[in-house]
């Protein structure tokens, strides 16, 4: 389940969330392997979804077409009754990429996939054994 603010995104089929790690190489007296520290991190995603509102064009068109950059925040809960636990996942400071404005094909369900960065994350509840 997705939920973007306060509104639930009923209509998602696919969530995806990356962290990844700005890396500097660490030179170390005595060591032949090179080590690396993590000086960054590079928050991406996307959430892709079955065509049936117009929730994200009436969220962003207006803001982006007046010059603002809407920031959202992004709550992802996997509840598989075969786990030990639900988890849930807050990613904070949410910029999209970009917003579909129309595409559709006859005799085919309309998608969109919206892909978005992120600032951090935050392990609300997590699945453990």
């Known amino acids: 389940e997705v939920w973007v603010d306060d509104y639930y995104v009923a209509e998602a089929t696919a ?9 500097q190489e660490v030179s170390q007296a005595g060591k032949p392997g090179k080590g690396y520290k993590i000086v960054g991190t590079d928050g991406k995603g996307s959430i892709k979804m079955n065509k049936c509102t117009s929730y994200f064009q009436t969220k962003l068109l207006d803001a982006v077409q007046q010059g603002k950059t809407p920031s959202s925040t992004i ?21 999209f990429d970009e917003l579909p404005l129309t595409s559709w ?6 998608e969109e996939t919206l892909p978005f960065t992120f600032e951090t994350a935050t392990l609300l509840d997590t699945a453990n054994e």
Do not use: Y
């Not at 709550?75 to 910029?95: I, M």
């Not at 094909?105 to 309309?110: M, Q, S």
């Open 105 to 110: 094909e006859v005799k085919k369900l309309a």
């Open 15 to 23: 969530v995806e969330a990356k962290l990844g790690f700005d890396k």
């Open 75 to 95: 709550v992802v809960k996997v509840d598989d009754p075969d786990a030990v636990g639900t988890e849930r996942v807050q990613l904070n400071g949410v910029v």
